[in-house]
């Protein structure tokens, strides 16, 4: 039921419904349980602030503090809101309270005209309370002027400051005040509180609604409220989320769902049709981009298995929905497409195409591979492994696109399949057959030559590249084959000795060789230093300047003058020149 004041004139929920103690104050428990043992202790400093975000608390508790303080009838810290001065305090009248806009008396004068009233003993009450409002606003001056009341104030003066950005308060003045920073108020916290407010109005309301307008308050109770507010005079007796999603412009959360399924599933078409439709039904578009990147959000909790932070853009009840698509999407590609989405955003602040900006975000979210599979197949690589299985949702989504084609190879060819693998895993891996007919050849230190040439040939292409950048290779012994890196090439040797490439090279030796051949890699730190560390270069020759008349019969150079209008301003000899 709405109520009205003295005057016939609605008020608000926000003013109606604004907390009278320290418990009413939702969210903010530690500040409450501070202020009230402090006046209980009687251990009340003479000047506090209060920081945080815009309507979470920090006026009201500074008003409830003014009262604990002034009302005769106090008990453990909280006032009784019954006798004239917790009236008067509430409504903003008092005379011993006095409530000051930072914003709009910032100036030198008002601080001036302040410390002259600030010796002015109370009227009616024990304490006289200055509540300065967006203290920030205040100037440099006014700030130096109000230091040194600030720091010997007047006996029964006490100061509030309230602020969003404690940053831009002087040290000077943070080092005078007990600070309070009020936090944003939990999503549960506002959902209550919205609902007991709505029981207070007789108003019908679907749970789901009022998560909805909590969720958009962005944790500020004012603004929750406010929104509701707009609501109960939009929706009549009895509301359900969609006059909330009317109401705020924005998508329902299974709109949303299926938007992200088609930006998963590489749809591009679907993607804008989905987009075109939101944005006919009303939708606004800066709202729906918020819901985006929101739902991105949601999608990194799911795939971080963050299972008790609340989602932000849909219900709980779809969190198993989100979990879903962030196991099929991935973490890599979820960070990849709220990059794109979190540019896009920025960009179409300052532009008249922003739905084209969307657009063309959408259409780069859908060409995005994979990036959990090609970070899998890296490391497929890097261990020597086989390539990984691919995802089959994206393989389906690949053969839909335009222009695509899925190709699939025989499985009758045993021997081409294994040639394909080896290509696909950079050919490293070997074929059953690749080493049946490799004839033995003489494993003695006067044929090492000829041996390593054999088994360079024999080696899969990328283990031989490396291998044959060896300083030094030679035979020991009965069966010891040894092969040296200087330090130019030590990431050929750090490669030739992990286990995989040793069993590769170690293989094909046993064959040649027939019989076991004991391998060893090692540095060669014989090489001189300039080798090891790459640093000899070829000096070049300086090309020798000819004179600019020397293309006067030269009929090419004559006709590209004709042509673009130059004119030669040096000419120097080729290198094969110089050197004839």
């Known amino acids: 039921m709405a109520t009205h004041g003295s005057s016939g004139h609605y008020t608000v929920l926000a003013r109606r419904f604004r ?55 106090v008990a453990d810290g909280v006032p009784c809101n019954e006798c004239d001065v917790c009236r008067s305090i509430a409504a903003g009248t008092d005379v011993d ?11 030198i004068d008002d601080i001036r005209a302040l410390r002259a009233n600030v010796n002015v003993r109370s009227m009616r009450s024990r304490f006289k309370v200055y509540i300065i409002d967006e203290v920030h606003m205040l100037t440099r001056e006014a700030f130096n002027a109000l230091l040194k009341t600030l720091e010997e104030p007047p006996p029964g003066v006490k100061f509030v400051f309230c602020t969003t950005e404690p940053n831009k308060v002087p040290d000077t003045i943070l080092s005078r005040c007990q600070r309070f920073d009020f936090g944003m108020i939990g999503l549960a916290s506002v959902t209550e509180r919205l609902q007991s407010i709505a029981e207070a109005e007789g108003v019908s309301i679907e749970r789901e609604a009022v998560e909805l307008v909590a969720r958009r308050g962005g944790g500020s109770m004012r603004d929750a409220q406010s929104l509701f507010d707009q609501l109960l005079a939009f929706g009549g007796e009895q509301i359900g989320c969609e006059d909330v999603h009317r109401l705020l412009g924005t998508a329902p959360d299974e709109r949303l769902v299926e938007l992200h399924q088609s930006l998963i599933d590489c749809d591009q078409a679907q993607a804008l049709t989905l987009a075109e439709e939101a944005l006919a039904s009303g939708v606004q578009l800066g709202s729906l981009t918020d819901q985006m990147l929101d739902y991105f959000r949601d999608l990194l909790i799911s795939a971080v298995d963050a299972d008790s932070v609340p989602l932000s853009s849909v219900a709980e009840r779809l969190r198993t929905t989100l979990k879903s698509q962030a196991d099929d999407w991935g973490i890599e590609t979820i960070s990849a497409a709220m990059q794109i989405l979190v540019e896009t955003k920025g960009r179409m602040a300052r532009v008249n195409y922003a739905r084209a900006l969307l657009d063309l975000a959408l259409v780069r979210i859908c060409l995005l591979e994979r990036l959990d599979s090609l970070s899998q197949l890296v490391q497929a690589v890097q261990e020597g492994g086989g390539q990984p299985k691919p995802n089959p949702r994206e393989t389906v989504a690949r053969s839909q696109r335009p ?72 035979i020991f012994g009965p069966n010891r084959l040894e092969f040296s890196f200087t330090r130019r090439y030590s990431f050929c040797k750090n490669y030739c000795e992990r286990p995989e490439a040793i069993r590769r090279i170690q293989a094909v030796a046993n064959q040649l060789a027939g019989r076991s051949v004991e391998l060893v890699i090692d540095s060669d730190d014989s090489a001189p230093e300039e080798e090891a560390s790459g640093a000899t270069t070829t000096k070049q020759p300086v090309p020798k300047r000819l004179s600019t008349r020397t293309t006067d019969a030269d009929p090419f150079v004559q ?11 040096d000419v120097r000899a080729t290198p094969s020149d110089t050197a004839h």
Do not use: W
């Open 19 to 73: 907390p009278q103690t320290f418990d009413e104050v939702v969210g903010q428990e530690h500040v409450g349980r501070a202020i009230r043992n402090a006046i209980v202790g009687d251990r009340v400093a003479h000047a506090y602030l209060f920081t945080g975000a815009r309507g979470v608390g920090k006026t009201s508790t500074a008003r409830i503090f003014a009262k604990a303080l002034n009302c005769p009838h």
């Open 97 to 107: 309270v006095l409530e000051i806009d930072g914003a709009s008396n910032r100036g």
């Open 403 to 474: 222009g695509s084609t899925l190709r699939t190879q025989p499985a009758t060819d045993g021997k081409k399949n294994d040639t394909d693998a080896a290509l696909a895993t950079g050919g490293e891996k070997e074929t059953e057959s690749s080493h049946e007919s490799l004839e033995t050849i003489e494993f003695e230190p006067d044929n090492s030559d000829a041996f390593v040439a054999q088994l360079l040939m024999n080696l899969p292409d990328m283990t031989a590249s490396h291998l044959k950048n060896a300083s030094r290779s030679a």
């Open 559 to 569: 006709h590209v003058l004709s042509v673009f209008g130059g004119s030669v301003v």
